[in-house]
């Protein structure tokens, strides 16, 4: 099982150290984000939906994530509120970082590589950019009161401004549906695909380059460390229960449930975080501590599930 962790951690470790170096400039991190998450991130969930589709097992695991994600995610926004006294907005950002997972940049590779299956990864990324991801931005835009006119448009058009979402929606309908992609097409999408787990991993490295951030308020390590520990040990652990002894899940599914909710917090979180001028710092190091203590959760929680 360590095996199949070895080449996304080294890619991984790849875009770090050309992060750290700058071999290739300022803009690589912006840029090989964006052609993951409009080109090639797409063209591999269409690629693998219409070759696997979503089955009723996958139900119960995605049923035992969703579950997880809304009680540590509540958890993350409860802390917030009650236990650090954070306005609204902060609130939300913290309840996304300790709930929202990494699931495109390295949920994507971790399932390729370790189960084999990327249709469950597929069902998380859609219940985040359709479910989810509404509902912060709702939060935020309350909190920050911008653009009240617009609001909504807004919201309703998120799931129709991610390519992620449409193109695991198409592969949804086309593999429960049963008709193919023509043949020219369908090699060009796979092909094009192909690219997305190494460009993906060494895009997140790139990310994990500590960056300067204006304005940053230094938060109290109590804050970060519980949000990394809600999102990278107690959401997984949920998360089994859930999925084993209470759904009954075992095998490939209850390894792909617990993988998912064991993905370190998502880059979103900060995209988030600036966007609503949002101290960036507090999302920026959990994200980075997460991810490096995903590299041991995700490796334990294969290795004992497989």
Request: with cysteine; glycine share 8%; charged share 10%.
């Amino acid at each position: 099982m360590l095996a199949a962790f070895v080449p996304i951690w080294a890619l991984t470790g790849v875009g770090y150290l050309a992060g750290r170096t700058r071999v290739l400039g300022p803009a690589a991190v912006d840029v090989l984000g964006r052609f993951v998450f409009y080109v090639a991130m797409p063209a591999a969930l269409l690629d693998t939906l219409t070759r696997q589709p979503v089955g009723g097992t996958a139900a119960r695991s995605v049923a035992a994530f969703a579950a997880a994600t809304v009680l540590i995610g509540g958890a993350g926004f409860a802390a917030a509120r009650w236990v650090f006294r954070r306005p609204l907005e902060e609130q939300a950002i913290a309840g996304m970082a300790s709930g929202y997972v990494n699931a495109a940049n390295l949920g994507v590779p971790v399932a390729v590589r370790v189960t084999g299956d990327a249709s469950l990864i597929a069902v998380v990324l859609l219940i985040q950019t359709a479910i989810l991801t509404p509902i912060i931005l709702a939060t935020l835009d309350v909190a920050t009161a911008e653009d009240p006119a617009g609001r909504w448009r807004r919201l309703l058009t998120v799931p129709l401004r991610s390519p992620v979402m449409l193109s695991c929606v198409t592969g949804v309908l086309l593999g429960a549906s049963g008709p193919h992609l023509p043949r020219l097409v369908a090699d060009a999408v796979a092909l094009l695909g192909r690219a997305a787990v190494p460009t993906a991993l060494v895009a997140l490295g790139l990310s994990l380059v500590p960056r300067e951030l204006p304005g940053g308020e230094p938060r109290r390590p109590a804050e970060v460390v519980l949000s990394v520990l809600l999102k990278s040990v107690v959401q997984p652990a949920v998360c089994w229960v859930l999925a084993g002894p209470v759904l009954g899940l075992h095998g490939a599914a209850l390894l792909g449930a617990v993988l998912c909710a064991a993905l370190p917090t998502a880059q979103n979180t900060f995209v988030f975080a600036r966007a609503y001028d949002v101290d960036g710092t507090f999302a920026r190091d959990v994200i980075v501590a997460s991810t490096a203590l995903s590299m041991a959760t995700l490796t334990i929680a294969a290795t004992l599930l497989r």
